[in-house]
């Protein structure tokens, strides 16, 4: 038996018979997500609700226009950093520290670096790093919420 289809004749029981396999390659279709519609405007809806809630705040006097400009330039670049690191994943070159990551997180980048983990689906199934990283989330929006009470804006005036 032969895989050509051409017949050969059947080896004895006495006879050797050299296996003949050769690796298969399977060729089975990924499965596609379904997500549904609310979970796929969700990376998006959270972040920008957070950069327009310091928008407004800003608007109110609540808070220097300075501050909202560094949260949009630092999601900026934390989604560009996170685009980045997984273009090095994806090719085996060197990677950005996570602990890089996790800096611009927690100094205001956290809105552009959730909307990448969502959209770029990159860092987003480590558990240890989801935690430090929602830990850093915590802290942020704390800090932010500190600026907000009267301690806060005594320092905010202080510095200008």
């Known amino acids: 038996m032969s895989a050509s289809g051409r017949s050969r004749r059947r080896p004895s029981a006495t006879e050797y018979v050299r296996p003949t396999a050769r690796p298969t390659r399977h060729r089975a279709r990924r499965e596609r997500r379904v997500e ?9 809806a959270l972040p920008a609700g957070f950069v ?3 928008g407004a705040l800003a608007a109110w006097g609540r808070l ?4 909202v400009i560094a949260y949009v330039i630092l999601s900026l670049l934390a989604f560009a950093v996170y685009a980045v690191d997984k273009t090095a994943a994806m090719r085996g070159a060197w990677r950005t520290p996570e602990r890089t990551l996790h800096l611009l997180a927690l ?9 990448a983990q969502r959209l770029l689906h990159h860092k987003s199934r480590k558990p240890g790093f989801r935690v430090r ?3 850093t989330v915590v802290v942020n929006v ?5 600026l907000l009470t009267p301690g806060g804006r005594a320092v905010l005036s202080a510095l200008g």
């Open 64 to 67: 220097p226009w300075p501050i």
């Open 133 to 135: 990283f929602w830990g």
């Open 52 to 54: 327009l809630l310091l």
């Open 36 to 44: 549904a519609p609310r979970a796929r405007r969700a990376p998006l």
């Open 107 to 115: 100094v205001g980048g956290w809105p552009g670096a959730w909307a």
């Open 142 to 146: 704390l800090a932010v919420a500190w």
